[in-house]
Structures are given as C-alpha cells and as structure tokens.
C-alpha cells in the first residue's frame, strides 16, 4: 500500500512542478516607454533613436533627395530600373497606394514622435545639457515637418499659402493607443511658421559643434532652406549666413569630389547620415550606382545634357569611361552599361551628405543678389568660391537664373531638383512649376486611418 | 532523469503487489465471419472502463476484464459487436461500415464515436502513410470534412495554411492547435514548417476537433480547432516488423507558357513606336522631339539597343536564341523513402519502434528535403494499477532552401528574363545584368546555398494509476525540442554576395517547450442505465525561444562557405521569447440508457502574454446529443441503424501567433553611427485580452442498412464575443503618431457553415469491393465589426487588394475594377466610383468590392476499390468559388511596360482602332508618361479547382504466397499525386498564396508562386 501512495504523489508532484509567478514574463527585448523617457541616459538615447529615423532610407538615407531629382529629371536623368513605384516618381504618374511615397510620410511623421517625446521628457536631463537635447528634438522636428511640407503640399507660393492645405503639425508624444489623435492638415503658413519656429529655438539652443550630430549651423542651414522655399531671402540670408560663421572648423574642401564617398564628416559637412556596415541606409548609392560597387544595376542614368550644364574644364564634369570596382577614379561621372553616372554615390557604406557648407555660399548669394545686399559676402564672391574650387570661369557678373544652374551644377543629385525648380518657377518634364502633379498625394492608407484628412488636387 | 529513475523504482516495488482480485486476463480471437481469416488490428474495450486492446496479426488479443464484464469490439468496416467476457475466445466480425463504433480519441481521453456529443473528424493514419509529401497536412488535403489545406506553393517542407471552419482572426494565429500524443507542440520555425519533422508513416490516427464541445477543454487555444496526432502504439504478441520502400520522381503541375523569342522581339519593337507616338501626341512630348517619326526612331534605336544588349553574344535580329527561362526553373527531382518498424510486446510491456528516410527534391532547382526520424513508443505495466509509458520522437530534416517568392534570386523569377538572352555567355559562365533583364537566378545554382538544418525531439512521458476500474489518475509530462540552424552563402556572383565579396549568415533557433498535465478520469454505469464519464485536471507549459545570428562578408574563395571563412562580421544578435500557459480543466460527460448524451467541459487559462490584469479567462460549453436509433420506434428499422441528433455551444480563446509580448509596450535598441540608441517598438495595449469566440453546432449522424452507409452534417456558427474581446488585430493608426498600428481586440467576426460527409461501402462481396467517402464544407466569412468607426481598412499597395470590410469576408479583393480596353485607343479602362463611367486615369478609379479570396466550398472524394489483392483509390480534391490575385500581373502581363518577358495572352493586345480585346496597347513605360498596370480585376480570376489529388493503384500479394515466403503482408503500389487539375486559372496553379506576404488578410495572392509538385511514386510495403 506504501508504493501506491508514493505513486499518486509522485503523480501529484510532477504536475505541481510548475505555476507561481510563471506567467510574467517581461519582454528581454523591449524597454518600457515610461523606463526609456525615465532618466537622463534614457532620454539622449532615445533622441539619438531621433537620428535613426532620420536616417530611414525613406529620408535622409536617400529617398527623399532622389525623389526630389527624379521628379525634376527634366529629361536629364532617367530612371531605367524595374521598380515601377520608383519610375512612377520620375513619371510623375504616382499613385496613391504607391508604398515607397507612404513611407516617406511615415518615416517623418516617427522621427517627429521621438522628438516630442524628447521635448516633452526634458526635465529629467541633466540640466546642463537640456539646452542641446531640446535643441537637436526641434532640430529633427523643424526638419521633418519641413521636409514633408514640401513634398506633400502646394510650394509656399503656389497660391495663398493661409488657406492651401499643408501637413498636420504634430507637437504631443504619442505613447499609448489611448493619445493617438486624428489630426487635420494645418495650413502651409502655419506649418512653415511651426518649422521655423522649431528651427530659431533649436538654433538658439545648439552648440557650435556636436560630434555628428545636429548643430547650431545645421540648424540654422536647413532654416536658411524652409526661408528660401516661401522666398523670404532675407531671413534665408540671414540664417545662411548665420550658418556660415556658426560652422566652426568647417570650410570647403578644396577638391570637390572629396566630398564624396566618404565614411566619416568632412571638413565641409554640416550635417549628414552615418553609414557603415553596421548601421544607417544609403539609398543613393543604391540605386544611382551599379552593381560592380554593390548597388543594383544602375537603375538611374544620367543623361548627356545634364552634362553640358558644365563647361569643359569644370571637374564636377569629370569623366571616365574606364571605371572598375578596383581601379580608382575621382571624377565626377563615370560611364558604365551605356551612360552616365554620378561618382557622388558610387561606394557602399559611405555617408550621405544632407547639408554642405557650399549650399550655404549659394543659398546667401542668391538671396543677396535678390535682395540688393552683400551681408556677409558679395553674391560674386560667395558664387565664385564655389566655382574656383572646380576650375569653372568665376562669374563676371550674374543673373537670377545663374543661381539655378550653379545649384545644379555643385548640388546635382543632392536631393534639390524640385524644390529649386519650383523656386525658380521652371517647367519640369513639360509640367508646370506648380502642377498638381509635382505635389505628392497623401497615402493612400493614410487617408483610410485618418478621416480628417483630405487629398491633394489631382489625385 | 531523477523523476524518471524515481519511477522506475518504483515500478520495480509495485510488481510485488497483487493482481486486481475480480479481474483475469481474457483472451480470445477476432475473424470475418465471412471467410473466418483474422482480424487484426480491431478494438476491444472493456465497457464503460478505459481498458482497451488491439488484435494482433493473428486477430488474437488479451485483456483485464472482470467475468461479468462486457467487451465491445470494433473494426473498421466491420459492425461492431458486444459479447460477455466469458464468451470471447471467438468472436466473428460481419462486414459493414461501422465508423460509429470506433474508438475516438479526445482532448485528455477518449470516447466512443457513437457517444460523441460533438464533432470530430477521424482520419486514420493508413489512409495516409505513404503520401509522397513533406508534411501530413499535405496528405489530409480533401479527406477530412471543413478541414481546409492549402499549400503556399510547390516549394518542398514550406508553408501549408490549415484553416478549420473559417477564419476567425487578423493578427493571431488561425492555425488549429496541434496536440501530438496529449502534448501540444510548437509549430515556430526560422524557415520551412515545422510540421514537417513529424514522420506521419507513424501516426495511428488524427482526430480533428471543430466544435466548442470538442475543443473547449483546451481553452484559449481552441478557437482555430484542434488536430490530435495519436501515434501508433506496440500491441502484445509477435513481434511485428513492416519495412516500406518508396522511389519515384516530381514534376511541377503546370508551366504557363510566355512569349518566345520572335513574339518577344515584334511585342518590344511596337511598344517602341507606340510609346514614341502616346509619348509626342498624347504626353506633351516634354523630351522635345522635332517630329513623331523622330520620337519613333529614338524609340526604336533605344529598344534595339537593349534587345542587343539583351542578347549578349548571339544576334537577336537572326532569332539566334530562343531560351525557354521558365523550363529552366525546374529541375529533375526525385523522391524516395525508406521505412522500417518493428511492434509488439506482452501484456505487460508493448512497443512500437520505428525509423525512416525521406528525400524529396524539390521541383525548383535547388530545392530538397531530407528527413531521417525514429520513434520509440513504450507502454510498461509495472503493477496491476499502475503503468507508465515514453512516446519518444527525434528527428532530423535537412533543406536546402530557395528564396522567398518576391526575391530577384528565387528561381521562378528567371520567367522574367528574355527569351532572347542566352543562358551562359561565350566563356561559358551564366549570362547576368546587365545582358539579362534581371538577376539571373540560375547563378545560385553555382554560387549560392541555404540549408536548414533541424533537430526536433518530441518526447511525452506518462504515468498511471488506477485506483479503482473506474477511476485514474495520470500525468503526463512532455517536451518538445526544436534546433534549427539556416546556413546561408551568397558567393562573389550572387545578388546579396557580389558586392561584398561574398555574404554569408548563419542563424540558430532553439525552441523549447514542455508541458505537464495531469488529470484525473471517473468513468462509471450504473445498471446499463446512467453512464458516467467525468475528467478533471490541470495543465502548465511553458515555451521558450532562443534565437542567435551571425553575417560576415569578404571571403577569400566561393569555395570556403562557412563564416569562418569571412573577412569580416558585420552583424551579429541573439534574443529570447518566452510565453507560459497556465490551466485547470474539466469535462463530464452523461448518457444516459445510451439514448440521451449531455456533455459540459471548461477550462481556466492564465496567459502570459495578455496584459496582468486581464491574464485569466474561462471557456465553458455544453453539449447534447440524442441517440434516437435507440428509441423504440426506430429500434427494429431495418433501414435506419443510427441515427443522432447533437448541439454545442460554447467559448473558445486564442491566444496564438501575435507574438507572446504584443501587449507590452515598448522601447527597442536601435543603431546609429556606431552606438545603440532606443526608438519606438510598439504602443502596445494594456486592455489587451482573450480573443474569444462563441461557437454553436448542431449535428446529425445517420447509419443506413447495418452503417454501411453513414453520414454526418454540421451546421455551426462561430462568432467573436462582444464586449472587447473580439479579434485580435493590429489596428492601422494615422501615421501622424508615429506608429503604424497598435493591437486591439475591438473587432468581431463571423464564421458559419455547414460540413457534409458520407461514407459509403458500396458493394462488399467476396472478391470486389468499392467503398466512397466523400466530404463538402461551406463557409461563409464576415467581418461584423472592426473598431467601431472604421467600416472599411485597404491595404491595397499597387499590387494587392486585400482589405477588411465590415460585412465582407476577410481579406476580401477591394480595389480597381478594370472595364477592358478603349477600342479607340488601346488604353486601358477602369470604372470610376459610379461604376458606370471609365477612365484611363488609374488614379481616378473607384474603389469596389471585388472578389473574395477565401474558397466557399471545398471537399473531396475518395472511391476504393479492391478485388482480390488488387486494390485502387482514387481521391479528388477540390476547392471552390474564390478570386486569385497576381501581383506579378504588372510585370508579366503588362503589355510590355518594360522589358519583363510576357505571358501569352499578350499576344491578344490591342493593335488597331475599333479592335476589342481586353489587353491594352503595347507601351514601354520609358518615360513614366503613365502609371504602370497596377493592382485591379484584370489581374483577378476564380481560381475553383478540382483536382486528382491521390491515385494510388496496389497489389497484395495472396496469403498462399507470403506463407511460402514467411510474410505477413506484401504490397506493392504505384501512387501519383496532384496528377491532374481541372481549373480555369491561367496561372500556374489555383493552388497559391505567395510565401512572402501570406497571412490572415492577405491571401489568395500569387507572385512568382511554384506550381504545386505533381508527384509519382512506386512503392514496396512488406509485413513479417
């Protein structure tokens, strides 16, 4: 009888050999949100988190510069891939369920989230270093809301910019499913004025240098560009200029294609995204190389006429038809599988330029030639800098028009074609400056989870 | 191990004790009444009692049974009987179809088929074994009623979508449960299924649980029904031995046929001058040409030059090559099996040991699967009341892999090349971009690997003890072990190697996961009157998942694959998920006179990945079934032998396959140059709880002339609770918030149908008999709510356009309505939102409901012949009524938009005014001048299918020759599968919901999708 009871309890304990607290299991891979925003090493974590949305291929790591070139191809570059979500982009035949134009809108709208929740959460930073963290959460969120505005809604000067509708202005963190909100599109105006407003506060807050993050300059830099878009060219001179002098140990290089493929900041970066093979996404390199230096297979050609831009002995010109993935060249194009290609993002893991010191030069002396004016330099002498550096004939004397072209000369396949079109108020593709179908249309599925949205004309 | 050796000591103890005093060991013999030869394999059971036997070769059996105890014995085919223990030494079976009275097994137990209250689907294991497929869910296809299989596609041991009774969810699993041998196992894998590491040749029976009452007991992973895999077990007598052998080889189903070279070249050259014309007259002619014909020359050079360019060395103007890329994709497969067991044991100690081999290559090059498994099943009586027993499965599945469907490198993407390029070029190496249109994926074959290699170890130990005849208790404890390591080499050629030298990645996952039940069953009758039959235990288990990854590039040779070999590690992770169940349960089951059946179980779950205060739920139902063959008036018919009337009803959970931390919010590691930062994972959900669905049945059973004919229908209705415990789903938000969706259960759905099945013995004479089963299941799908302002999610991409609409099924097709062709002027129409007026504007199209990707029908029928030894079975299997979606159709079938070769229907496109055809006017997109064919119902079709799913024509050898040659059993056969579909699809088979995006809302999607493997195999079966 003994061994009977001993096998019902040993039954007994093997089924009890379990429960008690068995059921909390916390995710070892996931923090929660109150313990992420809690201290002061959380929290510049997180706003670092800021600089890896930035740095989606959605934006800065790439799409965003080439949708703004492809779109303003004008005939001069060509979009030869397969992919037909990209050559709807170059066609300006976007649909709106086209996924990589949704996840443009997506990738700003996250980094916004980050940097709200960062601004929201400043109190627990060390105070001393409240001032920067603040500012690099209004640097990203100034950036993004700027970026989206112009992609997404009419130009600042298509029409009254107080009533076309512009972008929602997010500025509350979103944490839980209960602060999710269904904003509305606030007007251009008011996003511009949100963006600038962002951008003189985190101006105001950054230092001068900050590693290879954002800075007073860089803040002031991208300032410069949201004042030029609604062609307010004082306040981009102005904050060009401010951008200059701010830029402390920064100058122009004085080879050009050094810029370029590089995997740390140069001397003449302002800002741009860190690529390695660890981390951050080039999506130039992608698809303007070819698959000898790790892209695809070249799936955006540059057309000869975009070369005769240049003169002969301009070296961001330069050519070689001879390039091999082992043998290396520094001019500015290349020839490979029948045409020309951009040197700019040739290799794999490199960083992708977002603000130049050149764009400033060209950004103040073209607001100062507009405006009469030569504060911080004469428009010659800040055009000039740029031009000598290349072997180009300095400019004698110069014509608005100069400025487009010289922007797209130094700035070609930096992600400016469309803005600066619709700046200069050029035809594109045998489209007006201000077609509807220059403007992005508002996802598709964004439409579907937000009722408050309305589409843009023409979609 | 202690546990176990504590055991087995203890075994040794209670070998002293005393046999039951009432009972004795009674022993008899089972034969046909007909020709008198043995029965084996049939079931005794002592009545009202959990003691049960099966016959051995010889028909003979032995069992503890008390001398007034009554024996129910039951054999398929066969009218079961009952007799008096003392009367058992011979007892003669009459033919007849007796389903009824088979043994059924159920959650924690098992019942009788005719007491059932509710509905369960048997498929016995023979029915099976020897299907020339990776995965036995392959080889239910079509034989269990409601119960539907789909494969992804024709890739060998991939993914098998199993739905029972609808789908009930978005984010979490719709999968059933699986349960082998009382344990519930994992099905989580880094690739491939893990379904197929089970060697199904071993599998006695599976019983497919759909209604609340069958599957309630266990709880909150019931909503998606059940599948018990009960393995065979040793039976006492001889030693038994069965080898099997099987060769034969696999071919795709079906190849769709695209352009050859000449079509090819005439299609680019007219898409050339008609774009240069839309280009000049109709786009503005923004390139600025001087003239139409200029624009036509500029086109027309720019396409030589690529049809140049595209055909490498050879000269396209002289038709040089003409390369069948589709043929290419395909390579000669085989497949082959071995399969030994040996089976037996004495009333004390019975087992069943087995073994195999598998090797199956896969249609597409590159594609293999190879399994070696054995099992030992272990039942030892150590004492009259107590018995312990090991169900012990291991074994290891090698794979060699092929990308996902929407990959460049994955083989059936080579049909987008040129049938003008050359395979190889003139130095005899594989042509690439730029000379092919595409990544040439034959490049793989050379310079790539994927192999997966898995250990898996399901294993069950249990112990019993009988207090009493009536009453046990038992624990069960069981663990299941997966190891799973995928080696990946790109090399210096392939797409992901060439830029780096060379990529490789090797990843490693272990899943753990055991289980303990241990459960108390009460099963009594008093005076044949009331009969009583009641379990109750509890139940822990806990999952735990680890997972860890290298990558590295730079190596030195293609040779040396191995990341040993890698210059450099560029990445590397590991991660742990762990999920643990908790729970109590219950079930009573009442009859009584035989007549009136009354059914109640419930389970109390605690899960840990609902959030801590809504952790708990019970899941109760009821159920009842009136026998009323055995009232009087129906007693003596001689037509009616069964006939029963059921119902259920009850809650069901799920709480499977949305990840076991959803509800936690979180932050995650993130990188950015060079430091870990933290960004945003997931909102989660604090009110996160128990999907839960309500489920009713309603059954009718019916026996005719002795059951040899027998039917079942079910009519059930299954939808989700209110009160915030429907769906689970993550419910897409505004992006303004930074996240794309959060998990909710604020959605409900609905699922109802209706199941048929009939078995039939046909004819059953001496020589020739024919028997017919046939099954049909109809369901209907509706989502009843989502979160209560939204009525209408799309997730239409260009491509796709499933979407969740309130009153429609799920994943319904929801986009552009396509109205054919302008006979003016090639361009293609769709219908704006009034449904009447069209457009050429892709953009201006309305949005509609237009298909629905979930079948409305499905069953199958099997006939089986036999006369004398020669025996043919014949199964077609077909599903019917739902829309198939080709997200390739942009690319394939898109009137040369680029340079994709192009299926043959594009030879019908538009070519002069006034022309009807429903293909638009052939138009390389050059200059994006309009968007490129998209997503809409030209790119839909039915996709009803029947197929001859399983033929399998055998011989047995007559008993005068094997007793000459000392067998038992000898059996050859020929089985083919898949070997013929009878559809209207035009792709390559209705049979498809492409790999890389499959799931709750997006189905019937086809991308590049395999054809499923047509398979003909011949195969040696011998018994001794």
Redesign the interface.
């Given at each position: 009888m003994k061994?009977?009871y001993?096998?019902?309890a040993?039954?007994?304990t093997?089924?009890?050999?379990?429960?008690k607290k068995?059921?909390?299991?916390?995710?070892?891979?996931?923090?929660?949100?109150q313990?992420?925003l809690a201290t002061d090493a959380?929290i510049k974590?997180?706003l670092?988190?800021g600089?890896?949305?930035l740095?989606s291929s959605s934006m800065y790591g790439g799409n965003i510069q080439m949708f703004a070139d492809l779109a303003a191809s004008?005939?001069q570059l060509?979009?030869v891939g397969?992919f037909?979500?990209y050559?709807?982009v170059?066609?300006?035949?976007i649909?709106?369920?086209?996924?990589i134009i949704r996840d443009v809108?997506?990738a700003g709208?996250?980094a916004?989230?980050?940097a709200?929740?960062v601004i929201a959460n400043i109190g627990k930073v060390a105070a001393a270093d409240q001032a920067r963290i603040k500012g690099e959460a209004l640097f990203i969120r100034g950036a993004m809301h700027f970026e989206l505005v112009r992609f997404f809604a009419k130009d600042y000067t298509d029409g009254d910019p107080t009533t076309n509708p512009g972008i929602?202005i997010?500025k509350q963190?979103?944490?839980?499913?209960n602060?999710?909100?269904?904003?509305s599109r606030a007007k251009v105006a008011e996003v511009y004025a949100a963006v600038i407003a962002d951008l003189i506060e985190a101006e105001s807050l950054l230092p001068a240098t900050n590693g290879?993050y954002a800075t007073k300059s860089a803040a002031a830099a991208i300032l410069s560009r949201a004042y030029l878009q609604k062609a307010d060219y004082a306040g981009a001179r102005d904050a060009a200029s401010r951008a200059i002098t701010s830029a402390t140990g920064k100058s122009l290089l004085p080879t050009f294609m050094n810029n370029f493929n590089q995997a740390a900041n140069t001397a003449e970066d302002i800002f741009a995204i860190?690529v390695?093979?660890?981390?951050?996404a080039n999506n130039l390199q992608l698809f303007y190389s070819v698959?000898i230096?790790?892209?695809r297979?070249?799936d955006i050609e540059v057309e000869p006429t975009y070369l005769s831009l240049y003169e002969a002995t301009d070296v961001r010109r330069s050519s070689t038809n001879n390039p091999g993935a082992t043998t290396s060249f520094n001019t500015a194009f290349y020839v490979k599988?029948?045409a020309y290609r951009t040197t700019k993002w040739r290799d794999?893991y490199k960083n992708v330029k977002v603000i130049r010191l050149a764009e400033l030069y060209l950004t103040r002396a073209e607001a100062n030639f507009r405006l009469g004016t030569s504060i911080g330099d004469t428009p010659l002498n800040d055009i000039n800098r740029i031009r000598n550096r290349s072997s180009a004939t300095p400019f004698a004397a110069l014509t608005l028009n100069d400025f487009y072209d010289e922007r797209r000369r130094e700035l070609a396949f930096e992600g400016f074609g469309l803005h600066d079109a619709k700046r200069f108020k050029k035809t594109i593709?045998?489209?007006p400056w201000n077609d509807n179908k220059l403007v992005f249309?508002i996802?598709?599925?964004?439409l579907?989870?937000?009722a408050s949205l309305t589409q843009n004309a023409?979609? | 191990m202690r546990?176990i050796k504590?055991?087995l000591f203890?075994g040794v103890?209670?070998t002293?004790?005393l046999l039951w005093a009432q009972t004795r060991l009674v022993t008899g013999k089972i034969t046909d009444e007909k020709d008198g030869l043995p029965i084996p394999g049939a079931t005794v059971t002592v009545k009202n009692t959990n003691i049960t036997t099966i016959t051995d070769a010889n028909g003979a059996f032995s069992i503890q049974a008390a001398d007034n105890a009554v024996l129910v014995i039951s054999y398929v085919g066969y009218a079961g009987v009952e007799v008096n223990a003392s009367n058992a030494s011979a007892i003669r079976l009459t033919q007849g179809n007796n389903a009824l009275s088979e043994v059924v097994v159920v959650g924690y137990g098992q019942t009788l088929k005719r007491e059932l209250t509710s509905s369960v689907t048997r498929v016995k294991g023979s029915e099976v074994a020897n299907t020339p497929v990776a995965n036995f869910n392959q080889a239910l296809q079509g034989r269990a009623a409601g119960v539907f299989v789909e494969s992804n596609n024709g890739k060998v041991g991939e993914g098998v979508k199993v739905r029972i009774r609808g789908q009930g969810s978005i984010n979490a699993s719709n999968a059933p449960l699986y349960v082998v041998d009382g344990i519930p196992i994992s099905t989580g894998s880094l690739s491939g299924n893990a379904l197929a590491d089970i060697n199904f040749n071993d599998v006695e029976s599976f019983e497919v649980l759909k209604d609340a009452a069958a599957t309630a007991i266990y709880g909150s992973r019931a909503a998606n029904g059940v599948v018990l895999i009960t393995t065979k077990k040793g039976r006492s007598g001889q030693p038994k031995f069965t080898v099997g052998l099987q060769y034969g080889s696999n071919n795709p189903t079906n190849k769709r046929g695209f352009l050859n070279a000449a079509e090819y070249i005439e299609l680019l050259k007219e898409a050339a001058v008609n774009t240069a014309k839309y280009h000049y007259n109709r786009?503005?002619?923004?390139?600025?040409y001087a003239s139409e014909q200029a624009a036509i020359t500029d086109m027309t050079t720019y396409v030589e030059?690529r049809l140049t360019?595209y055909s490498g060395s050879s000269d396209w103007r002289k038709l040089e090559t003409n390369t069948n890329w589709e043929d290419l994709a395909f390579q000669d497969a085989n497949v082959g099996a071995v399969d030994v067991s040996a089976s037996g044991g004495n009333d004390r100690t019975r087992y069943f040991i087995s073994g195999s081999y598998n090797n199956q290559d896969g249609i597409l090059f590159g594609n293999n699967f190879d399994r070696i498994s054995g099992r030992i099943n272990l039942d030892q009586q150590l004492?009259a009341?107590?018995k312990i027993g090991l169900n012990l499965a291991v074994s290891r599945t090698n794979a060699k892999r092929v990308a996902e469907d929407n990959e460049f490198f994955t083989p059936m993407q080579i049909v987008a090349l040129a049938p003008i390029t050359p395979v190889r070029n003139s130095s005899g190496a594989f042509n690439n971009?730029?000379t092919t249109?595409?990544y040439n994926p034959l490049i793989e074959t050379e310079n790539s690997e994927y192999k997966s290699y898995t250990y898996r170890n399901i294993g069950a130990a249990f112990?019993q003890?009988d207090f009493t005849k009536n009453l046990f208790?038992?624990?069960e404890?069981g663990i299941d072990l997966s190891s799973q390591n995928d080696e990946e080499f790109y090399g210096s050629k392939a797409l992901l190697g060439?830029?780096?030298n060379g990529f490789g990645r090797s990843t490693w996952l272990r899943n753990t996961r055991y289980t303990?039940?241990?459960y108390a069953n009460f099963k009594k009758s008093i005076n044949d009157i009331h009969s009583l039959d009641a379990t109750l235990g509890?139940a822990?288990e806990?999952g735990t998942s680890r997972t860890t990854f290298t990558q590295g590039?730079q190596f030195p040779s293609d040779d040396l694959r191995s990341l040993d070999n890698a210059g450099?590690i560029?990445?590397g992770g590991s991660?742990?998920t762990?999920?643990?169940?908790?729970s109590f349960f219950g079930r009573v089951n009442y009859g009584f006179r035989g007549k009136y059946l009354l059914g109640v179980t419930g389970r109390y779950d605690?899960?840990?990945v609902f959030g801590?205060n809504k952790?708990y739920g019970f899941f109760p139902s009821v159920s009842a079934g009136w026998v009323i063959s055995e009232e009087n008036f129906l007693k003596n018919s001689n037509t009616i032998s069964f006939l029963k009337l059921r119902g259920s009803y009850g809650q069901l959970g799920n709480s499977l396959g949305f990840g076991?931390?959803a509800a936690?919010?979180?932050?995650?590691?993130?990188?950015?140059?060079?430091?870990?930062?933290?960004?945003?994972?997931?909102?989660?959900?604090?009110d996160l709880t128990w999907e839960t669905s309500n489920q009713f049945d309603a059954g009718l059973e019916f026996g005719f002339f002795k059951n040899r004919l027998t039917a079942e229908i079910d009519y059930y209705d299954k939808r989700s609770a209110k009160g915030n415990r429907g769906f689970i789903f993550n419910l897409?938000?505004?992006?303004?918030?930074?996240?794309?969706s959060?998990i909710?259960n604020l959605g409900e759905i609905q699922n109802s149908g209706v199941e048929f099945s009939i078995n039939s013995t046909n004819i059953s004479g001496r020589d020739f008999k024919w028997s017919t089963s046939f099954n049909i299941a109809y369901n209907k799908n509706k989502v009843l709510k989502i979160d209560g302002d939204?009525d209408?999610?799309?997730?239409?991409?260009?491509r796709y356009m499933n979407a969740l609409i309130v009153g429609q099924p799920i994943g319904v097709h929801y986009g552009q309505k396509y109205a054919g062709v302008d006979a003016q002027n090639g361009d293609a129409l769709y219908f704006e939102q009034d449904g009447k007026t069209t457009t050429n504007d892709?953009?201006q199209a309305g949005l509609f409901v237009v298909g629905d990707p979930n079948a409305k029908y499905f069953g199958g029928i099997t006939n089986n012949f036999s006369y004398k030894g020669i025996e043919l079975s014949v199964l077609f299997q077909g599903v019917f009524d739902y829309d198939i979606v080709n997200g390739a159709g942009?690319?394939m079938s898109a009137r040369a938009?680029?340079f994709?070769n192009q299926t043959r229907d594009q030879l019908g496109r538009w070519k002069t005014a006034g022309q009807q055809t429903n293909i638009p006017e052939a138009r390389l997109?050059?200059?994006?001048?309009?968007?490129?064919p998209?997503v809409s119902t030209q790119y839909m079709e039915d996709g009803s299918y029947i197929r001859l799913k399983n033929i399998t024509l055998a011989y047995n050898l007559p008993a005068k020759w094997l007793s000459k040659a000392k067998l038992g059993s000898a059996r050859f056969y020929i089985t083919g599968i898949n070997l013929a579909t009878f559809t209207d699809y035009t792709g390559w088979d209705p049979e498809v919901n492409t790999d890389y995006r499959a799931g709750n809302i997006n189905q019937g999607g086809d991308f590049y999708a395999a054809p499923q493997i047509k398979s003909v195999v011949f195969g040696l079966n011998i018994g001794f």
């Open positions: 061994s009977k001993l096998s019902i040993l039954i007994a093997i089924g009890l050999t379990s429960c068995e059921l909390d299991l916390k995710d070892p891979q996931g923090l929660d949100p313990a992420a959380n974590r997180v670092q988190g600089y890896d949305a740095s004008d005939g060509n979009w397969t037909n979500t050559r709807e170059w066609g300006k035949s649909i709106t369920t086209n996924p809108w997506g709208y996250n916004i989230n980050i709200n929740n929602p997010m963190p979103t944490n839980a499913s602060e999710i909100t269904k904003p290879v860190q390695s093979d660890q981390d951050g698959d230096f790790g892209a297979d070249g599988y029948g794999l593709d045998g489209l249309p996802p598709f599925r964004e579907n989870a937000n023409g979609y | 546990k504590i055991l203890m103890l209670c002293a004790q786009a503005g002619n923004w390139r600025g030059g360019r004492a009341k107590f971009t730029p249109t595409y112990g003890y208790l038992r624990t404890f060439n830029a780096t303990t039940n241990t509890f822990f806990k590039e450099k560029t990445d991660s742990v762990e999920n643990a169940i908790e605690g899960s840990s801590v952790r076991s931390y936690q919010p979180a932050y995650v590691a993130g990188r950015y140059s060079g430091i870990s930062v933290l960004v945003p994972g997931r909102l989660g959900n604090s897409p938000v505004p992006f303004t918030s930074g996240y794309g959060y909710t939204q209408t999610l799309s997730f239409n991409d260009g892709y953009n942009g690319f938009d680029w994709d997109n050059r200059f994006g001048d309009f968007a490129s998209s």
